[in-house]
């Protein structure tokens, strides 16, 4: 089975373009050319417009398939760009005085232990300046979805590929409630529902109150919880979290 993020053509069209989370991290970013760290780049769907912007970014990412699509991308427009290839909990880049980080669209969701997202906010920390800033979001979970019934697949995506032609994408998931794991199968369909791609992956669900305990046993301390990109209060009727942290 592959991995969610070894085909960039196939995972990205079903990411889709987000301009609410690029907006709001670019305005975290500021207007001014700044220095800045993007946790889990991926393909760099944030990370170019952002450095289009005039910042200089550093994309971290363990995925080697999405990195070569981010180079690939930052290479044909002309940007200088920095991508590293390294898991972010253990992040020790020679550079450390960026003015701010950031971890867009659940990806902090792939850590699965407390421990694992605490070595990211550490790791994240030691890479900022003093008093910068850390900003992330993530689904607040969903009882629908943790509801589902396992081989009920349902459609989630629909996208034309240049050489595969129309997809569907469907997904299967199945929540484990001690470990609050949310385990989930993509299928790409083509015409005739012929199966094209299937990736595994599963996301640790993550309640705000624990998100806020976590938080406030590592180095950052909260700055604002809103509950979507528009910047919106955090209400009990939120379905993302979004998180503003600073060192200071
Ligand atoms: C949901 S994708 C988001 C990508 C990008 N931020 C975006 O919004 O398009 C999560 C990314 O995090 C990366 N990732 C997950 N766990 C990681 C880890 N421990 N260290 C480095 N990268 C990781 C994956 O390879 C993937 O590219």
């Given at each position: 089975m592959a991995g969610l993020y070894d085909r960039p053509d196939l995972y990205d069209p079903v990411a889709g373009d987000n301009p609410a989370a690029l907006g709001f991290y670019a305005c975290l970013a500021g207007a001014d050319p700044a220095l800045v760290l993007d946790i889990g780049c991926g393909s760099g769907r944030l990370a170019l417009p952002l450095a289009a912007r005039g910042h200089l970014v550093t994309g971290v990412d363990a995925s080697s398939t999405m990195l070569e699509e981010a180079r690939r991308q930052a290479q044909a427009q002309g940007m200088q760009m920095t991508f590293v290839d390294a898991d972010f909990r253990e992040l020790n880049l020679s550079?450390?005085?960026?003015a701010f980080a950031f971890s867009a669209t659940n990806t902090l969701l792939h850590l699965k232990a407390d421990d694992d997202l605490l070595s990211c906010l550490r790791a994240v920390a030691r890479h900022l300046r003093n008093g910068g800033r850390f900003a992330f979001d993530m689904f607040v979970p969903n009882p629908q979805i943790l509801a589902r019934s396992p081989g009920l697949p349902l459609p989630i995506a629909t996208f034309q590929h240049a050489e595969l032609g129309p997809i569907q994408v469907e997904e299967d998931t199945r929540y484990d409630a001690p470990t609050q794991m949310l385990a989930a199968a993509w299928t790409w369909r083509g015409?005739?529902?012929?199966?094209l791609h299937r990736a595994e992956f599963a996301l640790r669900q993550r309640f705000p109150d624990e998100v806020m305990a976590l938080v406030s046993i590592s180095p950052f301390r909260i700055v604002d919880r809103f509950g979507d990109f528009a910047g919106s209060a955090f209400t009990p009727d939120s379905q993302r979290q979004v998180y503003l942290l600073t060192t200071d």
């Open positions: 550079f450390k005085d960026f015409s005739n529902g012929r199966v």
